[in-house]
């Protein structure tokens, strides 16, 4: 990866994730999961599937029972969450066409049978229901740096090849979502791409809604005001790894999302809210039984069932998992 002059960070971050050579592009590249990089809820187990299968059939109901039903899985990995919602039957199933988008070969070439594996969303327009999980916060998005006033940070290679900072000129005008003023040499994400990409995705809905999971907080103000490495992050074999701009394609890449920026949501919640909203305790209650009635002799789906409990904890944690924030954008 090389630069002759100074590009933004938001096309430094894209050749870093998403170049020939990025960390997700490779065949040995990042990916989700308990041997990847990063575990994400689908990763935790597949109860995060089942109760996005309830969530499914309500949509399905809500919109008329619809056939076909379609459901795009946008930034779907190595298909986890395809293969869960797939498992769990939902009673959508029948006129379901699941679409699969992942934008890496390799990945792709891991995804389930039985669904749609493409690259980008789908052209056509229709009626379902978008999941992006997980998704908004490996967008690449510009950077902003207050010094004297905010600035663009632009990346730049010096003569050893190592990346370095220039900032640009003082905003003018001022981005909405930045304050007045900050402190010295604070930061936070421009996260253009990713409104962007909310608003193309809810045009392709005839019909539906698009739901999107991530870490986030509800205003950028707020990032601003925290130590920026506590929500620019780099990931690694599960681990954090080194400075943003070192070892670009070795390393995840992402951010909180500031959902101020985005197109306002009909919907907010909390993951923990939203997974209550669908039946969590429900299912879990369902695999405690079934635990119970086959524990003197454990087949695999009794070990399943059990694995619910602990699914559920994770899931629900309000300053993990379940403190992710979830918005919903309703087309009728």
Avoid: K
Wanted: glycine content about 10%.
């Amino acid at each position: 990866m090389s630069a002759t002059q100074p590009i933004p960070f938001d096309e430094f971050m894209d050749r870093a994730l998403y170049g020939s050579n990025g960390f997700y592009m490779r065949a040995d590249g990042g990916h989700a999961g308990r041997r990847g990089d990063f575990l994400t809820s689908p990763e935790v187990g597949p109860l995060f599937g089942v109760v996005l299968a309830s969530f499914l059939d309500a949509e399905w109901i809500r919109l008329g029972r619809p056939d076909p039903f379609t459901v795009v899985d946008a930034g779907a990995g190595p298909g986890t969450l395809a293969r869960s919602v797939l498992a769990a039957a939902p009673a959508c199933a029948e006129v379901m066409r699941y679409v699969a988008v992942e934008v890496s070969a390799a990945q792709r070439d891991r995804h389930p049978t039985g669904v749609e594996s493409v690259e980008r969303l789908p052209e056509e327009r229709f009626v379902g229901v978008i999941i992006a999980n997980e998704l908004l916060d490996n967008l690449p998005f510009r950077l902003a740096v207050y010094d004297r006033g905010w600035r663009e940070a632009f990346v730049e290679q010096d003569l050893s090849g190592g990346w370095a900072e220039r900032l640009s000129g003082v905003f003018e005008p001022l981005p909405d979502c930045l304050p007045l003023n900050a402190a010295h040499g604070a930061r936070a994400p421009l996260i253009d791409r990713a409104a962007r990409w909310v608003r193309d995705a809810t045009s392709q809905l005839e019909r539906g809604t698009l739901i999107a999971i991530d870490y986030g907080v509800a205003s950028t103000s707020t990032l601003a005001d925290r130590p920026w490495r506590e929500w620019l992050r780099t990931y690694r074999g599960h681990d954090r790894g080194d400075h943003y701009l070192r070892s670009p394609g070795t390393q995840d890449i992402t951010t909180d999302v500031g959902f101020d920026q985005l197109a306002a949501p009909d919907a907010t919640r909390t993951q923990a809210q939203f997974l209550q909203l669908h039946g969590i305790a429900d299912r879990v209650d369902e695999g405690r039984r079934y635990w119970e009635a086959h524990a003197s002799q454990p087949d695999l789906q009794a070990m399943r069932m059990r694995s619910r409990i602990s699914e559920a904890e994770a899931l629900l944690d309000p300053s993990g998992l379940g403190g992710f924030m979830v918005a919903e954008w309703r087309i009728d």
